[in-house]
C-alpha cells in the first residue's frame, strides 16, 4: 500500500517557536507544518511547538538532529505565494570533504 503522509502547514511569525515536536514519542520534529499523524507512533494531534535552542536543550540527539535537518527544508507554502523566480542549484550535489 502506497503511504500518504499529509502536512499541515503552520503560519509561524519570526519571534513564535517554529519547530513541532512530537509528545507522545519525541522522535519525530517538523518546521512550520505537522503530518495528520505521526509517523513513527500514528499518534494523532501530540505536536507541540518548540524553538530549536529549546529542542537542543532536552532532545535526544536523533531528535536535535531531525530538527537540524528540518531547519534547512523549505516551510509548506500557501499556494498563493508563488515560487521565486530563481534556477535552485541542485540540492543532490553534496560537496565530498
Ligand atoms: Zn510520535
Not at 503511504?3 to 519525541?26: G, H, Q
Not at 507554502?77 to 570533504?97: F, G, Y
Request: charged letters at 25%; proline letters at 11%.
Amino acid at each position: 500500500m502506497a503511504e500518504t503522509r499529509i502536512f499541515w502547514a503552520i503560519e509561524c511569525a519570526e519571534d513564535e517557536p517554529e519547530y513541532f515536536v512530537c509528545m507522545s514519542c519525541l522522535n519525530e520534529v517538523y518546521r512550520c507544518k505537522v503530518p495528520s499523524a505521526c509517523p513513527t507512533c500514528d499518534a494523532i494531534s501530540t505536536f507541540e511547538a518548540f524553538r530549536l535552542a529549546g529542542i537542543r536543550d532536552w532532545g535526544s540527539e536523533s531528535l536535535v538532529a531531525k530538527a537540524e535537518q528540518a531547519s534547512t527544508d523549505p516551510p509548506a507554502r500557501p499556494p498563493a505565494q508563488p515560487m521565486p523566480h530563481v534556477e535552485s542549484p541542485s540540492l543532490t550535489e553534496m560537496p565530498s570533504s
